[in-house]
């Protein structure tokens, strides 16, 4: 083994190990992880939209909107492990995390890890690509088969009524998701390399989707 093979296995070793324990908004914890919401104010975040609204209640971020848009980061991310809790409404819903995405002028593409209130298909915690290529690879919607296994790995770790928790972990071009502890996507895609960090309200007017503590760990090379 090279010193570099066992740089980077070391790496990936410590990576895998950190522990992502209960953090207040106003701390940093020992791991590294830094909050990207401060449980007060929405400091870091911007609404690229001419519409939709975020606010601040209970230390949770709250969107409300009668379509859909995306609350997104100020500050670019390239390798890191992001964790959030995400509260959906009753009813008809649906939302995500975006990563490594662009944003635009009322636009916002690119990774979206899917947070699916529909308690059929059961897709939370696939791999969307926002206004691009979509279902491309986890699942691959149509293929009866990937969607199948795509289930059979994930399509009991969400809890639709519930705060969940999910983390995605970025380094280089692999992407993992995991919800509530299970890993529900784990590819290789180079597409993107870096962008910002963004949550998703879906459009359904007089619905709240709550958000909490977000936080992430930069991986530095």
């Avoid at 379509?67 to 959906?88: C, G, M, R, S």
């Avoid at 770790?157 to 071009?173: E, L, M, Q, S, V």
């Avoid at 949550?199 to 930069?218: A, C, M, P, S, V």
Wanted: proline fraction near 3%.
């Amino acid at each position: 083994m090279t010193i570099f093979t066992r740089r980077c296995f070391l790496s990936l070793v410590l990576i895998g190990s950190a522990n992502f324990s209960p953090l207040n908004a106003d701390e940093k914890a020992s791991d590294g992880s830094t909050p990207l919401f401060d449980g007060k104010t929405l400091t870091g975040w911007t609404n690229p939209y001419t519409w939709g609204k975020a606010e601040v209640v209970n230390g949770e971020i709250h969107l409300t909107a009668d379509q859909k848009f995306f609350l997104v980061t100020e500050k670019n991310y390239a390798d890191f492990i992001f964790e959030a809790d995400v509260l959906l409404p009753a009813g008809k819903a649906n939302s995500g995390f975006m990563f490594r995405a662009h944003s635009e002028p009322n636009k916002v593409y690119g990774y979206q890890a899917e947070v699916d209130g529909d308690e059929t298909r059961k897709w939370s915690g696939g791999l969307y690509d926002e206004g691009r290529r979509m279902w491309f690879i986890s699942p691959i919607k149509g293929d009866a088969a990937s969607e199948a296994a795509f289930r059979a790995r994930a399509g009991e770790a969400f809890k639709r009524n519930d705060w969940n928790t999910y983390r995605i972990t970025c380094i280089g071009k692999k992407i993992k998701i995991e919800v509530n502890g299970v890993t529900t996507s784990e590819v290789e895609d180079a597409t993107d390399a870096t962008g910002v960090i963004a949550i998703q309200h879906h459009g359904e007017k007089g619905q709240t989707y709550k958000f909490r503590n977000l936080r992430i760990k930069e991986i530095k090379p």
